[in-house]
């Protein structure tokens, strides 16, 4: 996702900062997996890292087991059987029926909301994002409702509170109810149910009790203000 070039990150607030640290880690981790971020989670680095940006959150949110003993090409290969190749197969040869399936754990909010349609999904989040200048890059565009986009969404929004002020968290508090919960659910639990998820079944783990508890604290604090 392409940001505007005014994004103020003067005098911030260490609490949100690191949730929007942690934001863009998940956001990553739900990408088709780069070789740097392999190693840092075969070497243990990746884990590290997040769990000293939640203990600056103040939110409690334990880090589940996030190695891979994996090698690169490996990771790779269980990250397209779970999140991206489908499943077909030909229930009648003579005529050619063919049964398919997506893959195991859709990265798409609208995957998981069946009383809304795709599009209603889609274009609420178009606006949300154009509210604030953003714009889906241009090079990798995907759907408005992919995972990956509104986790940055969401870390945008947390390094805006950080900087600029609470407007951001109430936007993001809203953005919670209106999309990310349902989608950081959804993926948490298809793969609870999935078996050989490796370390992407913790990203899951991770990802329901983050967003959760980011919901949650927000919902405390500006109770009074919505």
């Known amino acids: 996702m392409a940001t505007t070039p005014t994004d103020p990150m003067d005098d911030l607030d260490e609490d949100a900062a690191a949730r ?41 949110v ?27 197969e030909y229930t009648d040869r003579t005529d050619g029926s063919l049964e398919a399936e997506g893959p195991p ?45 509104e986790l940055e969404f969401a870390g945008y929004l947390a390094r805006r509170e950080a900087a600029v002020g609470e407007d951001a968290a109430i936007a993001r508090l809203d953005f919670h109810d209106r999309h990310l919960g349902h989608a950081a659910a959804g993926v948490a639990d298809r793969l609870a149910d999935e078996p050989g998820t490796d370390i992407y079944g913790g990203f899951g783990e991770l990802l329901e009790a983050f967003v959760r508890a980011d919901r949650n604290d927000l919902a405390e604090r500006l109770e009074d203000q919505r």
């Open 20 to 60: 929007g640290a942690v934001y863009a880690t998940l956001a990553k981790a739900f990408e088709y997996p780069e070789e740097s971020f392999h190693s840092a989670a075969a070497d243990g680095t990746l884990a590290a890292d997040l769990r000293a940006c939640l203990d600056r959150t103040g939110l409690a």
């Open 62 to 88: 334990s880090v589940p087991s996030l190695t891979t003993d994996d090698d690169y090409e490996t990771l790779a290969a269980r990250y397209n059987d779970i999140f991206e190749l489908g499943y077909s």
């Open 105 to 149: 754990v859709p990265l798409y909010e609208s995957k998981y909301r069946p009383d809304h349609s795709w599009n209603d999904v889609n274009l609420d989040l178009s606006r949300a994002y154009s509210h604030y200048g953003l714009e889906i890059d241009q090079d990798e565009r995907d759907n408005h409702d992919a995972l990956t986009y």
